[in-house]
């Protein structure tokens, strides 16, 4: 369960669904204390470049096996929104 990799990262997790904002909160926080702040827009990226980015994650050798990984279904739309949910800090 990813609540159980999480524990070190964001302790008290459960696994619910309803925690997955607090999660990713967390894990942003953690990034940010490791060193690595940067969020898309920061590299440059905005909101018009979703699209191409979604689509490169599809198209580039490779990425498939990857997103086949993934904990839950990486579908376009699911794709689509963690490059939209990746733009800016979730923490403000």
Request: charged letters at 25%; zero cysteines.
């Amino acid at each position: 369960m990813l609540s159980d990799v999480l524990v070190s990262i964001v302790p008290g997790q459960k696994g619910d669904p309803a925690e997955a904002e607090s999660a990713a909160k967390g894990v942003e926080k953690w990034l940010i204390a490791s060193g690595a702040p940067e969020k898309l827009a920061d590299e440059g990226f905005s909101a018009a470049d979703i699209d191409k980015l979604t689509e490169l994650a599809f198209t580039t050798p490779s990425l498939n096996f990857l997103l086949s990984l993934a904990p839950d279904k990486a579908d376009r739309a699911a794709v689509r929104q963690i490059y939209a949910d990746s733009l800016t800090p979730l923490n403000k």
